[in-house]
């Protein structure tokens, strides 16, 4: 079956520094959605975009639908501690239909 | 606020074994799904349901049944245990009435097939 492809698998990062992660597909999907997963605990909804170059930001994280509608990019800037955990992109080709194609996921590492 | 809530957290099977992992949710969802997640893997979808009495496969179904006699309760039976069922599955809810409500996800089984 298809997963989205992200990267990067991992990273790690000074605690300040900006963080960029991007997913991509072969496919048209009409929503994108990023989540993040702490251990032990279920994915936790960060941002969710509907719209083709839609640009949205949800305190330091900024997210982008690709106009492509192939691609979107995650953004974190000036990283803290509590951003650790594993960042995953998902896909959704209809709109409102709920089944979700997810990429392998992104590793964040934050060094103090 | 109970949210969607898995049972039991963690179970150890043997091959060949049955069992039923629970999942409920208290938001009136009409929709729900269940995933596994596997090592360096995201999510896949394993079956899913638009409402109480209506189930699909999703994307790696084998394995794997489902039935939905309410809207609240989503379980998933493994009728015969294999190894290549280690994972942890994680069962999400959503509601169909607002297509743009992403979904929730409730906090994990980690399953282990001996």
């Known amino acids: 079956g298809q997963q989205l492809n992200q990267s990067p698998q991992s990273m790690f990062i000074q605690e300040g520094e900006d963080v960029s992660m991007n997913c991509t597909s072969s496919s048209i999907f009409n929503t994108w959605l990023w989540y993040k997963q702490d251990p032990g605990e279920g994915p936790v909804l960060l941002i969710a975009?509907?719209?083709?170059?839609e640009l949205t930001s949800n305190g330091r994280l900024t997210a982008q639908f690709g106009i492509t509608r192939k691609d979107s990019f995650l953004n974190i800037s000036a990283s803290i501690p509590s951003d650790v955990g594993i960042y995953f992109c998902a896909g959704d080709r209809i709109q409102g239909a709920q089944k979700l194609v997810f990429g392998q996921g992104t590793r964040l590492t934050i060094n103090p | 606020n109970a949210g969607v809530t898995q049972t039991p957290k963690f179970q150890v099977l043997k091959t060949g074994q049955s069992m039923t992992l629970q999942c409920a949710q208290d938001?009136?969802?009409?929709?729900m799904s269940w995933y596994r997640q596997d090592p360096g893997m995201g999510l896949r979808l394993i079956h899913y349901s638009v409402g109480a009495g209506i189930t699909d496969q999703g994307e790696v179904p084998n394995g794997y049944n489902v039935s939905r006699s309410t809207t609240e309760d989503f379980p998933l039976r493994l009728l015969s245990a294999a190894p290549s069922q280690t994972s942890v599955y994680f069962c999400?809810?959503?509601?169909?009435?607002?297509?743009?409500?992403?979904?929730?996800f409730g906090d994990g089984t980690r399953l282990s097939i001996l």
């Open positions: 975009l509907y719209k083709a170059g």
């Open positions: 938001m009136n969802h009409e929709y």
């Open positions: 999400a809810s959503s509601s169909i009435r607002d297509p743009n409500q992403p979904q929730h």
